[in-house]
């Protein structure tokens, strides 16, 4: 049975940069993923230039059940951390409104980067690869990858969250955190898709998975925070637009990005 020191379920930003800082500690790592290829949410993520970090970051800025998590993290790995990263590989990025960073070019510069750090002897990495049937030993877990058994001290899981099925996206962490009888709090949607047929007046509240009828961005926004109460910026297409303006007709779809309210 083959044998690891650590095994990532999950190539997304989470597992990639997780698996490159245990590689660095002499770790034998393997990083597995379900999917074809490695960072895919990353790719389409800051409508394709990801907002990777940003000049301001605190606790504050996380929902947390447990802040003292997100405390003892950032004090860890700060966003100077990951700048200093970026920087390294010669990535170049560019700041938005209230200290967004994002790269000049595309977001693949951000996943090649985790790639670049995952590539040290000591990591490998499988793709089209299915776990299954993972067990607690006394001395770590035990899995299946595509059918063989494997054995590791530790055992990450950085699946992710539910948005985008499309993407890879999978309840799989969920369903292990329960298998291990952990508790799980219900999943809440961060942003909601908001299809805009026709330009006329929406009259209900807002629901994610339901058709709205809007005459205008600013009009959208109204709405939003009448019926949210919750401060909005639209997306639309791969365009980043800033809180709307007056004129801005929507074409076709728009996404709203919300902070989730608790
Ligand atoms: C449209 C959009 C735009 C965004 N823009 C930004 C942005 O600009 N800045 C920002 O910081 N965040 C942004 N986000 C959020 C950001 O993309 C995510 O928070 C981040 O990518 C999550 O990383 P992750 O590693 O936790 O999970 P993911 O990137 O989801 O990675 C999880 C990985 O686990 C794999 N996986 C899932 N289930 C299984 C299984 N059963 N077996 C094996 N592998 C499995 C998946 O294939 C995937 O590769 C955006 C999200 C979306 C949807």
Redesign the pocket.
């Known amino acids: 049975m083959t044998e690891y020191d650590v095994i990532v379920?999950?190539?997304?930003?989470?597992?990639l940069m997780c698996a490159a800082q245990a590689g660095q500690r002499g770790r034998r790592v393997l990083v597995?993923?379900?999917?074809k290829k490695?960072?895919?949410?990353?790719l389409?993520?800051?409508g394709g230039r990801?907002?990777?970090t940003n000049y301001d970051v605190t606790a504050n800025n996380f929902l947390c059940e447990n802040p003292h998590f997100v405390k003892s993290a950032l004090a860890q790995y700060t966003q100077w951390d990951f700048i200093g990263l970026v920087a390294t590989y010669g990535v170049a990025y560019h700041e938005r409104d209230h200290g967004q960073l994002f790269c000049d070019d595309s977001a693949k510069d951000i996943v090649n980067l985790l790639l670049a750090e995952c590539d040290q002897p000591t990591i490998s990495q499988r793709y089209r690869?299915?776990?299954h049937d993972i067990e607690q030993e006394d001395t770590g877990f035990r899995l299946k990858l595509n059918g063989d058994p494997v054995r590791c001290q530790s055992l990450v899981v950085?699946?992710?969250?539910l948005?985008?099925p499309k993407?890879?996206?999978?309840p799989?962490g969920y369903q292990l955190a329960e298998q291990f009888g952990l508790k799980v709090l219900p999943t809440v949607p961060p942003w909601y898709r908001i299809r805009c047929t026709k330009k006329t007046k929406p009259a209900s509240p807002i629901f994610p998975g339901c058709r709205y009828r809007v005459r205008s961005l600013p009009n959208l926004a109204c709405v939003l925070a009448r019926t949210c109460s919750l401060p909005i910026a639209a997306y639309q297409g791969r365009r980043y637009c800033k809180p709307p303006r007056s004129g801005n007709r929507v074409k076709r779809s728009l996404s709203i990005y919300s902070p989730v309210s608790r």
């Open positions: 379920i999950g190539a997304g930003a989470a597992g597995v993923d379900h999917a490695p960072g895919r949410k990353i389409i993520s800051g990801c907002n990777f690869c299915e776990v950085a699946t992710g969250g948005s985008m993407l890879g996206a999978t799989f």
